[in-house]
């Protein structure tokens, strides 16, 4: 039933189109509409009696055979195709699409707009090849319109992400940041510090450090607020045993971008442990906790302040911050029965492993842009395919 009602949909849709098109055919052609009315009408019930016979196929292919194609039924033909592709239905979309590109009545513009409606349909398919030779034939084109040159050159991108070519795709982003007045190239930029970050992850894992800062640095000239750049060099900088060098660039991710600051939070509790400086590393914590109270921060203060102040202190300091967490809140009037009648070293003890089971199950990591929910970061989203957009509450 579900997808009788979707066709029925597309009948309707091309009902209209087919309406254009067949009455503009008989504006001024009478002797012809009197010879040929009755093809089009033909295929046009024959498509009728194929859909209601469950036979969508047959009924598309009728469909798109009897409907001329001009500029009043172009748009007709692209929103049955872009429908299909909505609804997983690629392969069909596909057929519709290549329908239209064999047709020699369209314009140069009209041809450029159904080959990119094409690569879409081979990129969501995973015909990477054959989507990155449209993508690039429709980049390349002398007489390729701007707006299709700058959708095909960012469909591109997305083709060399997944084919994890992540030179090619900064330099096809390159050639949508250098004109003048680019209205979206800090976006981009954003995303090209984000290819060297991934070029950089897999210098690390080849043990190539030299190239991997010369890749992060990359990244920081594409982005100054580039959280991973600053966390990878961070990393190679702890490895190296100079963690003074690695607090310097942690603390600046808070003002870079505060969402990312418990990414941060591992690295900079090991970086005070290689300094032997725990007093500092509560002072830090401290700071970060007051600038934006978080439970996965709190559950890393209360361990720093138990090795700095001992247990009492560091249950203390949970009984009265869980209270800010309405979520929380009969947790806290638990804490505050039990206070009276137990030890608290023997209390923090027990309460640790609570807290972070409770800081783990109410803070995953979540896509701000189309809510993806995850137990790790993902700096792409694996849904939505946008960069940065997954953070931990």
Request: hydrophobic share 40%.
């Amino acid at each position: 039933m579900p997808d009788l009602l979707v066709f029925a949909l597309l009948f309707a849709a091309l009902v209209i189109g087919f309406s254009l098109g067949y009455y503009q055919c008989q504006r001024g052609q009478r002797e012809k509409r009197s010879k040929g009315s009755g093809l089009p009408r033909k295929r046009y019930y024959q498509g009728l009696a194929y859909l209601l016979n469950d036979q969508p196929d047959a009924a598309i292919d009728t469909f798109i055979s009897s409907l001329e194609v001009n500029s009043d039924t172009l748009e007709t033909h692209l929103a049955l195709g872009n429908l299909l592709r909505k609804r997983g239905e690629v392969a069909r979309a596909i057929r519709v699409h290549q329908n239209l590109i064999a047709r020699p009545s369209l314009s140069k513009p009209q041809l450029h707009f159904a080959q990119l409606e094409l690569g879409v349909d081979y990129l969501k398919s995973g015909l990477l090849d054959r989507a990155e030779a449209l993508f690039k034939e429709l980049a390349d084109g002398r007489d390729t319109t701007k707006d299709v040159r700058d959708q095909a050159l960012a469909y591109l991108i997305e083709v060399f992400q997944d084919l994890r070519e992540w030179l090619k795709a900064i330099d096809a982003a390159d050639r949508l940041t250098t004109r003048k007045f680019a209205s979206s190239a800090d976006r981009w930029r954003e995303i090209q510090a984000q290819f060297c970050c991934e070029l950089a992850n897999e210098s690390i894992d080849k043990n190539d450090l030299q190239n991997a800062r010369r890749l992060i640095r990359n990244a920081l000239k594409y982005d100054k607020n580039c959280v991973r750049a600053n966390l990878l060099q961070a990393k190679i900088e702890m490895d190296e045993g100079a963690a003074a060098v690695a607090l310097v660039l942690l603390r600046k991710i808070p003002k870079q971008n505060e969402r990312f600051v418990s990414e941060s939070l591992s690295l900079v509790y090991e970086c005070y442990e290689q300094l032997d400086s725990p007093a500092q590393r509560l002072e830090h914590l401290r700071g970060l906790y007051h600038n934006k109270p978080s439970l996965v921060v709190l559950e890393c203060l209360a361990e720093a302040t138990e090795v700095e102040e001992g247990a009492a202190a560091a249950y203390s300091l949970l009984k009265q911050e869980l209270q800010s967490f309405s979520s929380l809140q009969a947790t806290a009037d638990l804490l505050e029965l039990l206070a009276p009648t137990v030890d608290s070293s023997a209390r923090f003890q027990d309460l640790k492993p609570i807290i972070q089971r409770i800081a783990n199950a109410n803070h995953h990591y979540q896509c701000s842009n189309c809510g993806f929910v995850g137990e790790h970061i993902h700096w792409l989203c694996p849904s939505c395919k946008t960069w940065a957009s997954i953070s931990r509450g």
